[in-house]
């Protein structure tokens, strides 16, 4: 079998950004931010409230323009060819972009219009994308008139209208229920398959591990950590994690008994103790409970843990 590849810019980089740096007033919201986007991959930015996530995100589409630092997309400088960039990316940003008083059809139409797609093309996009997304129980409803899940699918539909070479997601699936973020994760497994590259950002750290091959966490405007999510927790944490409620005076109580002290990360009441076997320490949890059980739940350590350790709670012995 003979693989024709298309084209590939600058040894399959799709995105590449060096040193960025964004200021808003007296916040720098991105601080010498450095990533590149390897073609077919889906990459995941993540971090807290605040971390600067959607800025790089609207640098590297071109709609905020950093103060230093260069973006390349598709190896074109954003800054210097914007239209050439974006007539080959799909985009859905934190705030919805849609004319409030077309219904979700016509804002399809309009938007594949704009990118240049004639009849029968149009409409065959248009109503692929409404049955997918299941659009089409809105009739002819003004989109101001639909649910708040609802616009953000048809904005995430949007974004799929001309095919994408590079698919940009800023927390695509808050507010869509549990069956369409499902439908949505495996479209994006599909778009990948077909060579599309996916960059996205969520705070929801179980979709990161699922669907990204790569994930960058950022605090404060920097990447902190890189990596595959499998590299991140073994890099950083012990393969189990027991989670229990717990005070501080009892965690010193019963940490007396174990040595040396095991990784742990406390949020508020919850505690989470990470070792490679966790067998030993659930005995230990049991005698010193003296038959009173208390719920503890045993599970494989996961990005939400690295997550919370890289970004800040209160840790011990944590990375
Ligand atoms: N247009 C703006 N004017 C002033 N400050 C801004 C503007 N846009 C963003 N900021 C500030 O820049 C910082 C980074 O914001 P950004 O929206 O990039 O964060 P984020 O990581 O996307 O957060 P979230 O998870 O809450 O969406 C924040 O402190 C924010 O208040
Ligand atoms: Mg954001």
Known sequence: MTLVMGPRTESSVIVEAS??????????AVDQLSLRVSAGVCYGLL???????????????????????MIRVFGIDIDRDPRAV???????????????ELSAEENLRVFGRYHLLREPELSRRARELIDFFELGSQGRSPVRQLSGGFQRRLAIALSLMNRPELLILDEPTTGLDPALRLALWSRIRDLKAEGATVLLTTHY???????????????????????????????GLARETVEFDCSPGEESVLLNGISPHPQRLRVGRRLMIYMDDTSSLIEHIRDFDRGQRRSLIVRP???EDVFLALTG???????
């Not at 040193?19 to 720098?28: H, T």
């Not at 940003?93 to 409030?100: T, V």
């Not at 699922?210 to 590299?231: F, N, Q």
């Open 301 to 303: 350590t996961n990005l």
């Open 205 to 235: 750290m179980d979709e990161a591990q699922r669907l990204c091959d790569t994930v960058a966490i950022i605090c404060g405007g920097k990447v902190i950590d890189e990596g595959a999510p499998s590299d991140l927790i073994a890099a």
């Open 19 to 28: 040193s960025v740096s964004k200021r808003f007033g007296n916040r720098l």
């Open 47 to 69: 971090g807290p409230n605040g971390a600067g996530k959607t800025t790089t995100l609207r640098m590297i589409y071109g709609v905020t323009r950093p103060d230093s630092g």
């Open 86 to 100: 974006r007539a080959r990316l799909g985009v859905t940003l934190q705030q919805n972009a849609l004319i409030e």
């Open 313 to 319: 709670t209160s840790l011990e012995g944590v990375l």
